[in-house]
């Protein structure tokens, strides 16, 4: 078996992290090293290593971390933000969890680096 990720033991409660939500399907946590005023990292509790591998099985939860995304960002009141999903390490895929970055409170660039 694949050693745990740092997702996984975040979500174990094995390693500390800034938890801001947490339900069912997902964690919300502050990302360590923040690229915008606002950063945080959707994080399913089910491990898929990145969205290049995701199954049709794994549609459902694929739409609910957009819609985890879309509640956070209303209940922070946050009309524009910018979702991130590093898929591969050329991509700057770090950590192989499947992860949404959220960004969001300065201006966005296109296209993005
Ligand atoms: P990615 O490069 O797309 O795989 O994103 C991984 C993200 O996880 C990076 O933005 C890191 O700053 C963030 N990160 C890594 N370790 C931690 C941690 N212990 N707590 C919070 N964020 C982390």
């Known amino acids: 078996m694949d050693e745990k990720t740092i997702f996984e033991k975040i979500i174990a409660g094995e390693v500390a992290a800034e938890v801001l939500l947490e339900n069912e399907v997902a964690i ?6 923040p690229q915008a005023p606002i ?3 959707i994080i399913p ?3 898929i290593s990145r969205v290049g591998e995701a199954t049709s099985e794994d549609g459902n939860l694929l739409g609910e971390l957009l819609l985890v995304a879309k509640d956070f960002a209303n209940a ?11 898929s591969g390490r050329q991509a700057g895929e770090t950590v192989p969890h499947l992860h949404i970055h959220l960004l969001s409170g300065r201006p966005m660039a296109w296209p993005p680096g």
């Open 39 to 41: 950063h945080v990292l």
């Open 45 to 47: 509790k089910k491990k």
């Open 28 to 33: 919300i946590i502050r990302d360590i090293n």
């Open 76 to 86: 922070n009141n946050l009309p524009s933000f910018r979702l991130v999903i590093n």
